[in-house]
């Protein structure tokens, strides 16, 4: 049997703490590192180890996780001078559970098999309550044999765990390709409700038809259920500047591949404009949100 991995988790934001979490209660060891030290309190609660430096965590664990809120972070958490790679005195797994570019994933891998370490592009799906519900989907690019000697762990955080090929990037490609797709459907979502109130058509029968028709979606259902009827936008949020970000890199990879993205490109520039105004940090769903602003400054018609 295969000697159990001590677990460095760095990164305790609202989805990596509750992954970090799951990590703990399945009786893994874990050491976590985050700059928001309130949270490193929170999961030394828990019965995690904090209190580390990048370095001090290092030597103390076999895999590595992150999670990370943009690529740029990722990059200086992972190849910057006293970042991970640079930083590690032994051979190591890493595994990066954020959503970044295909290409980043690439470098970190270039510069880890240097060092001797091994590296797993494995983004997750599934919102802040897949986290919290070890029901995420994770998406892993890399070496056949480096996944399955982590897949333990990977399960002990989803339901839903794929090896996509060996490419470090190609996890990525398929979870940008996810977040694209559910960017259209929320941007259709806000779009169709706000045409049943413009037309005084109660909304909760137009989710009652639509979600037994052809209309039918988990964004519509998300979306409806937990955010726009509740008119509660901030609770388990996957922001809209998020979904900006993830939309944009879809963008990078397609324009890469001489590739065509219509609508996701449109969506990036109404996105572009309308979130400053008020509504990066609230969930996607707050799209709804962006065309009421704008119905709600329009002149009354007599």
Known sequence: MA????????????????MAQNLLEKGHTVYALDINKEAEQRFAE?????????????KEVDLVFTSLPTPVIAEIVYLGEEGIVHSSQKPQVLVDLSTISPELNRKIEREAV???????????SGSVSGAVNATLSIMVGGEKETFESVLPYLQAIGSNVF???????????????????????????AEALSLAKLAGVDSDIVYDIVNVSSGQSTVLTRNYKTYIS????????FTTSLLLKDLKLAKLVSDSLDGELPLASQLIEYYEDEVEKGHAHEDMSSAYLMIQDKLNKQPQKS
């Open 3 to 18: 000697k159990e991995k001590k677990i460095g988790f760095i990164g305790l934001g609202n989805m990596g703490f509750p």
């Open 163 to 189: 090896h996509v090929g060996e490419d470090p990037g190609v996890g990525t490609i398929v979870k940008l390709i996810n977040n694209m797709m559910a960017g259209i459907h929320n941007q259709a979502v």
């Open 230 to 237: 509740q008119n509660e936008y901030k609770k388990g949020a």
């Open 46 to 58: 828990l019965g995690g180890h904090v209190g580390l430096t990048t370095v001090s965590l290092l």
């Open 114 to 124: 240097q060092h001797n370490l091994e590296y797993l592009g494995a983004p997750v």
